[in-house]
């Protein structure tokens, strides 16, 4: 048995300490906008916030999880998608499948509460989910939206660091 806080919201689950928290955000609370993809926290999918840093779910057993500790996913950045890192995602039309891009929203919100002004450099250090898809040079130009430069694009503007 574990307590979660998860959006806010204090939730008693049964549960295996050794559960990934994913599964428990997904099946347990049926939140099942963090995704599934590798498992083994290498992709990103299942990023949330665990007081504010970006985490890799799958790879969290719930009985590390403490009572205080403050889970965030990505149906608790807002309501209505009205997030502005949300609506640049929008503007910018970043997502093809979409299956990878509720972890990288996770991931930029975390990383513009550090560096609100990030440059390419600090958001391909930040950002290091994998998109099958390969939409990281919208991802990119979405950040940039997001932290207000300019339109998202740049003279400057270089390819994004390739990923597998
Ligand atoms: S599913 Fe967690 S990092 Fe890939
Ligand atoms: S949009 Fe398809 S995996 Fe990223």
């Known amino acids: 048995m574990a307590k979660l806080n998860i959006n806010g919201t204090v939730r008693d689950v049964q549960v295996e300490n050794d559960t990934p928290l ?6 347990q609370v049926g939140l099942t906008g963090t995704k599934y993809g590798c498992g083994v926290a290498q992709c990103g999918a299942c990023s949330v916030h665990i007081n ?13 999880v403490k009572d ?4 965030v996913t990505i149906e608790g950045i ?3 998608s009205s997030h502005p890192v949300q609506k640049a995602w929008a503007t910018v039309d970043v997502p093809q499948c ?3 891009q509720s972890g990288q929203i996770m991931a930029a919100v975390a990383l513009l509460a550090k560096n609100p002004k990030p440059s390419d450099a600090d958001i391909d250090n930040a950002m290091t989910n994998i998109c099958r898809c390969g ?3 919208r991802i990119r130009q979405a950040v940039h939206a997001a932290a207000g430069n300019d339109t998202g694009r740049r003279a400057d503007d270089a390819p994004a660091k390739s990923r597998t």
Do not use: F, H, N
């Open 135 to 137: 939409t990281y040079q």
């Open 78 to 80: 807002s309501a209505d």
């Open 68 to 71: 205080s500790d403050k889970i």
């Open 52 to 64: 504010g840093e970006v985490m890799r779910s799958c790879a969290i057993p719930v009985g590390s």
């Open 98 to 100: 979409g299956y990878c």
């Open 22 to 27: 994913l599964w428990v955000i997904r099946e």
